[in-house]
């Protein structure tokens, strides 16, 4: 679960702001907290991502303008929640019991991919899928 919640805030870190947020230590809070922001509002842009994990293994994450994701992991398996900014970084909310996960991006490359870091130091790959 962990892993889909991972790659559906690397999908919207990916499509955020060009600008690269400077990190700071700030306690990681659950993103159920905050009201999810529409895409326009935290600079995200809804679309589908293909992201990579650490290991090799592929998931997509499907960022939607409401404020909705849907995270589909190597196995088929989908999670769905909300998203929305805190402190710079993307948070997603996977709904049931799971806790909430923010990411820092990187600056989109040419081909709109980046690489997308957990606040646990889990590190993605994010690209936009081709239609």
């Known amino acids: ?11 919207m870190l990916a499509a955020c702001s060009q600008k690269t947020e400077e990190k700071k230590e700030v306690a990681a809070e659950p993103a159920a907290k905050a009201a999810p922001a529409p895409a326009s509002d935290s600079g995200t842009q809804p679309g ?12 997509t994450t499907t960022i939607n303008a409401d404020g909705t994701y849907v995270d589909t992991d190597p196995k088929g398996k989908q999670i769905k929640g909300l998203y929305a900014t805190h402190d710079g970084k993307d948070c997603f909310d996977p709904e049931g019991d799971a806790m909430g996960m923010c990411w820092a991006v990187t600056k989109p490359g040419a081909d709109g991919s980046f690489t997308a870091t957990a606040d646990d130091g889990t590190v993605v790959t994010v690209t936009p899928k081709k239609k």
Do not use: F, H, P, Q
């Not at 679960?1 to 999908?11: C, E, G, Q, Y």
């Not at 589908?48 to 998931?59: F, R």
């Open 1 to 11: 679960m962990k892993k889909i919640v991972l790659l559906a805030a690397l999908s």
């Open 48 to 59: 589908t991502y293909d992201v990579k994990m650490a290991d090799g293994s592929m998931a």
